[in-house]
T-cell receptor, first 116, second 112 residues
Framework: DTGVSQDPRHKITKRGQNVTFRCDPI?????LYWYRQTLGQGPEFLTY????????KSRLLSDRFSAERPKGSFSTLEIQRTEQGDSAMYLCASSPHNSKSNYGYTFGSGTRLTVV | SQKIEQNSEALNIQEGKTATLTCNYTNYSPAYLQWYRQDPGRGPVFLLLIRENEKEKRKERLKVTFDTTLKQSLFHITASQPADSATYLC???????????FGTGTRLQVTL
């Protein structure tokens, strides 16, 4: 296992188009997180899954954003009708479930989205 | 409102010195705090975790302190090297099942 993989690394799209990103977490990690990061800011939480269940979604997330994690393995994040304000780095992270939260997140390298 | 503050200005230090980065928070009761390193164009990399009942944690040249009274964590890199140049993020977690909330990060530049 080589860590968390995200695809694509870069995506340029026209405003109004739909885009979908994929994340493959570390196989033994049952938690998966999506974050968004803009220049000069820290990662901002979007949503997270435990296995296939989506347990929390940010209130800041519009209805144009949807995420899935079928069968508790890989995850996809879809943005419909993209806007220029959606331009950002989209980061995926995974962690093992641990009642004492001993572990940090393992992040992927991100997908950089540019909406033109 | 809840806030996590890190120095927005870059920290410039000379090689061999100790770098100290600050993370302050308000209106949080974190169960634990984590520090990450982020290089340009890459995802953050986990460095250290410290719990609310711990005062200090060390790992090689890294040391983290956590003062829940002051609502502050300090992150130290001793004998700093140019390879330590990066952005360092602090992140708070409020429970075993909750997500992390990140600060804005502090950029560290270590020069020869």
């Amino acid at each position: 296992d080589t860590g968390v993989s995200q695809d694509p690394r870069h995506k340029i799209t026209k405003r109004g188009q739909n885009v979908t990103f994929r994340c493959d977490p570390i196989s033994e990690h049952n938690r998966l997180y999506w974050y968004r990061q803009t220049l000069g800011q820290g990662p901002e939480f979007l949503t997270y899954f435990q296995n296939e269940a989506q347990l929390e979604k940010s209130r800041l997330l519009s209805d144009r954003f949807s995420a899935e994690r079928p069968k508790g393995s890989f995850s996809t994040l879809e943005i419909q009708r993209t806007e220029q304000g959606d331009s950002a780095m989209y980061l995926c992270a995974s962690s093992p479930h641990n009642s004492k939260s001993n572990y940090g997140y393992t992040f992927g390298s991100g997908t950089r989205l540019t909406v033109v | 409102s809840q806030k996590i503050e890190q120095n927005s200005e870059a920290l410039n230090i000379q090689e061999g010195k100790t770098a100290t980065l600050t993370c302050n928070y308000t209106n949080y009761s974190p169960a634990y705090l984590q520090w990450y390193r982020q290089d340009p164009g890459r995802g953050p990399v986990f460095l250290l975790l410290i719990r609310e009942n711990e005062k200090e944690k060390r790992k090689e040249r890294l040391k983290v302190t956590f003062d829940t009274t002051l609502k502050q964590s300090l992150f130290h890199i001793t004998a700093s090297q140019p390879a330590d140049s990066a952005t360092y993020l602090c992140a708070l977690g409020t429970g075993t099942a909750s997500k992390l909330t990140f600060g804005t990060g502090t950029r560290l530049q270590v020069t020869l």
